[in-house]
């Protein structure tokens, strides 16, 4: 028996208690570290398919080759003493994750979003979950060598870090991401792993200088984000809001040149609208669609739904046309940041509400319902599917419009378009298309606007005629009201809540706007 096991042996329950500790602590951590690694890489990849793949990915290679690694060495080297010191590496590979991430980021992404989700999430998290996938097997291993039955110690500590990971995944997805910065979290969680192993050799192994240990955080590099930059071009990019939220990092950038300004509102690195701050007006083609198109097929109407805000351009817009709109949005910050940033106003009301929920709930009728729904590159399956589709058609009037923003393309290939486009007409008897950009682009946004009267073709001199913002007027005046007619031969299934497909459909297309989305927006402000 060595020295440290001869020392612990007179503090048995004492030391038991402990592991039990260290027990719940990691497993909550290795968690914590899990989740928040969306926060990380989220702002580059999006919170995509991708990025959570290669997440899971990374925990569940790291977390076995621990438990190998923990195995053996508790085997050869069975004192604490290792245990702790492990412990103590994993608090230091976690404090490092701020200060790694902007190089990591720049190293991974020209191998695209697939690979670089995989290998930056390997290289940012995969050191600190190996080290705590070690401290299980080690933990079994000494704990046995205290009690005598095995098998009910094994059971209790595999209990006790399930336990504990239940507990982070709630404390992190409920808690700690809505109420502190990433990097804070990340500093509290490699802090709490040091301080664990301080706390060890300190009630245990008597030595008080290894509280000495307790400064390594103070002087490890940070990661502390650039607030304003220059770029090449002369152009000024200011990050003036920047939060994360239950739905993801909410951004805030704006341009100037010269006394030209734009504001994006990004959302896990995806823009969700822009918007020129002097006028008003929206900087993106496709909210001229949704605001025109469905008032020109119905000028009319009364009142309007939006569902997903954005920048509240839209809405915004309906209620200078004396338009009462009720808007819509699962995120309470997205409301916040319309209004202080963007100038959103409206008298309908605000809901913040999931939108199928709203819509099985609410009893209003609206001559007009915007859906422009985004979950970074995705529009989410639940409202794109014939049931949701339904419950939107049951809150139209008779004269009602429904339109769509829908990010795909209207090649052949593409069947996200293609099927919910069939799906839409199993609801209306009437389905235009009106692509942003020619129809032959990979990616287009394509608008789409569905009702149950005969079709109405649109003036389009008269669509020419109206106003938009100069940077795409050329475009959008050149584009806007050309109809497009979908090949009989397309792809495509109708979309039900039992089978929707979409989050898995056209992932080619999803990297390619992922790639292009990051194309527009500089890197230390994604950062």
Not at 4 to 17: K, M, N
Not at 29 to 44: A, C, H, K, Y
Not at 329 to 340: G, L, M, N, Q, Y
Request: proline share 5%; aromatic share 12%; hydrophobic share 45%.
């Amino acid at each position: 028996m060595s020295v440290g096991e001869t020392e612990l042996s007179s503090h048995s329950l004492l030391f038991i208690i402990f592991l039990v500790v260290t027990s719940l602590i990691c497993g909550a951590l290795v968690m914590t570290v899990e989740i928040l690694g969306s926060r990380v890489i989220g702002p580059f990849f999006g919170a995509s398919l991708f990025v959570w793949t290669s997440l899971i990915t990374v925990t569940l290679v790291g977390l076995a080759l621990g438990y190998a690694a923990g195995g053996i060495l508790s085997d050869r080297r069975a004192s604490p003493d290792y245990l702790y010191c492990i412990i103590f590496l994993a608090g230091i590979a976690v404090l490092l994750v701020p200060a790694l991430k902007k190089p990591v980021m720049e190293l991974t992404l020209p191998i695209g979003v697939r690979l670089g989700a995989l290998s930056s999430s390997a290289l940012l998290f995969g050191p600190a979950l190996l080290l705590l996938g070690c401290v299980s097997p080690y933990i079994i291993k000494i704990a046995a060598r205290e009690v005598r039955n095995i098998g009910r110690t094994v059971g209790l500590f595999y209990a006790l870090s399930t336990v504990g990971s239940f507990v982070g995944t709630i404390c992190t997805g409920f808690i700690l991401i809505a109420w502190f910065p990433v990097n804070r979290i990340f500093a509290f969680i490699g802090m709490s792993l040091i301080v664990l192993a301080v706390l060890y050799f300190l009630l245990f192994r008597k030595k008080p200088f290894f509280l000495l240990l307790l400064a390594v955080p103070f002087i490890l590099p940070g990661g502390e984000a650039i607030r304003t930059k220059v770029l090449d071009n002369g152009t000024a990019v200011t990050r003036l809001y920047d939060a994360d939220t239950f739905y993801g990092n909410t951004k805030v950038l704006e341009y100037s040149y010269g006394d030209r300004r734009m504001r994006d509102l990004l959302v896990d690195s995806a823009v969700q609208g822009g918007m020129d701050p002097s006028s008003g007006m929206s900087m993106y083609s496709y909210t001229y669609y949704l605001q025109y198109i469905p008032y020109s097929i119905n000028p009319r109407g009364k009142n309007c739904l939006v569902i997903g805000l954005g920048v509240g351009a839209v809405p915004t817009w309906y209620e200078s046309m004396g338009i009462v709109t009720d808007v819509v949005d699962i995120s309470p910050e997205v409301f916040a940041v319309a209004e202080t940033y963007f100038g959103f106003r409206n008298h309908g009301g605000k809901f913040v509400e999931d939108a199928r929920y709203f819509l099985s709930k609410s009893h209003n009728k609206y001559d007009y319902v915007i859906l422009d729904v985004f979950n970074g590159e995705n529009t989410p399956s639940h409202v794109l599917s014939l049931e949701a589709l339904q419950l939107i058609s049951r809150r139209m009037n008779s004269n009602g419009i429904l339109a769509v923003n829908l990010i795909n393309s209207l090649r052949k290939e593409a069947r996200i378009a293609g099927s919910f486009i069939k799906t839409l007409r199993q609801v209306f008897s009437t389905v235009d298309i009106y692509p942003c950009d020619v129809p032959d682009s990979e990616l287009n946004n394509v608008e789409l606007f569905a009702y149950n009267f005969p079709h109405v073709q649109l003036d389009r001199d008269r669509l020419k005629s109206l106003p938009y913002h100069p940077m795409v007027a050329a475009k959008t005046r050149d584009q806007i009201g050309r109809e497009f007619t979908l090949p009989s031969d397309a792809q495509g299934i109708i979309l039900t809540d039992d089978y929707n497909p979409v989050d898995s459909w056209d992932l080619r297309l999803k990297e390619a706007l992922r790639t292009l989305e990051l194309s527009y927006t500089d890197k230390d402000m994604l950062l």
